[in-house]
């Protein structure tokens, strides 16, 4: 086995395409993507799993029904499995997200976008 670092300022520099997470690394039976976002995504929720933030560049806040969350470059947040949920920057933002693989990011299969391995 080769032991090679995954540099996610790299792999972010691949793509400039918004709100289409990209696999890079597996773990666990999970997915590490990257992505970037800017704007409003739909409102959704995962019946059967935690949906997991981490800004990595930028802010954004976590819109709930019970109320919002704000983050910056740093923090992160879980959002529970079955709260909906809408993400949205301003501005661009990057972020590192976890999921189990196959996890649909709209929480619907037939609406869910491709996640490219890079």
């Known amino acids: 086995m080769t032991a090679n670092a995954i540099d996610l300022t790299q792999k972010l520099d691949q793509f400039d395409a918004h709100w289409t997470p990209h696999v ?16 409003e995504f739909v409102w959704h929720s995962h019946a ?46 990057h972020l590192m997200l976890i999921e189990p693989g196959g996890t649909p990011n709209t929480g619907d299969p037939a609406t869910a976008v491709v996640k490219p391995r890079i």
């Open 24 to 39: 890079i690394a597996d773990f666990n039976g999970h997915e590490v993507m990257v992505v970037k976002v800017k704007g």
């Open 48 to 93: 059967d799993t935690d949906d997991f933030f981490l800004v990595l560049k930028g802010s954004m806040r976590i819109e709930m029904r019970e109320g919002d969350v704000t983050l910056g470059p740093g923090q992160l947040f879980v959002v529970p499995k079955g709260v909906e949920h809408r993400p949205v920057a301003d501005e661009e933002c």
